[in-house]
């Protein structure tokens, strides 16, 4: 009964690769969110999407195309792989679109290492 | 733009001692302030929110955290601290307008000894 959840927990891939990542949520909620976390931590929004519609597009490389068939998921696909790629990636969703109070849960992350 | 700044890449307390994690915000608007812990190889979950409505907040796990607008700051606080508390904290700032967007800080490790 995993609120947030992310496949793979873990992916090592070589440069040039292509690759998703896969989110579901079973919160019934309407946004979902894309960070990066880097080695030093720090966390960032990639992108947003609420109901299947792309709301938060922050400056991510191109090679980065998010999907959301449904609103209970949201993927993101990662083409030509970089080292700097190299990241936790978190999944997470709220339940109130426009609502900046509220609360967002989180996945647990997936640990991408390109070599 | 707003930002959080967070004082202290690591912090180290004893079992039972006070903890404080501090959290400094810019916004030109009344800020929405939340508190998240990330246990070791865990997604974030929420301690505490600051939303307008009261000044000092509670949170889960013996935290609480107090807005002070006068000092720009929300910082965190447990009165005794428990092993089970060492985790990375983060700090994040909300958009008060359109959708929310969280901005955090750069995270500070608890570090709890016997």
């Known amino acids: 009964d995993t609120a947030v959840s992310q496949t793979p927990k873990y992916l090592v891939t070589q440069m040039g690769n292509d690759k998703s990542i896969k989110c579901e949520q079973n919160?019934?909620?309407?946004?979902m969110y894309w960070y990066k976390q880097d080695s030093k931590k720090f966390l960032k929004i990639m992108f947003s999407?609420?109901?299947?519609?792309?709301?938060i597009n922050e400056t991510v490389p191109n090679r980065f195309s998010p999907k959301s068939p449904d609103k209970a998921h949201l993927n993101l696909h990662i083409n030509s792989l970089e080292l700097g790629d190299s990241a936790v990636y978190f999944c997470?969703?709220?339940?109130?679109?426009?609502?900046?109070?509220?609360?967002?849960?989180f996945g647990p992350g997936t640990r991408l290492t390109v070599l | 733009a707003q930002s959080v700044t967070q004082l202290g890449s690591h912090v180290s307390v004893s079992e039972g001692a006070l903890v404080l994690l501090r959290c400094n915000y810019s916004s030109s608007v009344p800020p929405y302030l939340f508190w998240y812990v990330q246990y070791p190889n865990q997604g974030l979950q929420l301690l505490l929110k600051?939303?307008?409505?009261?000044?000092l907040v509670k949170g889960i796990n013996g935290f609480e955290a107090e807005f002070k607008k006068s000092e720009t700051s929300f910082h965190l606080t447990k009165p005794s601290a428990h092993m089970s508390d060492a985790a990375e904290y983060f700090c994040a700032v909300s958009s008060n307008t359109g959708f929310q967007k969280l901005v955090f800080g750069t995270g500070t490790r608890l570090l709890v000894s016997p």
């Open positions: 919160l019934g909620h309407d946004t």
């Open positions: 999407y609420n109901n299947k519609e792309l709301i």
């Open positions: 600051y939303t307008s409505a009261a000044t």
């Open positions: 997470a969703s709220s339940q109130v679109p426009g609502l900046n109070t509220d609360t967002q849960y």
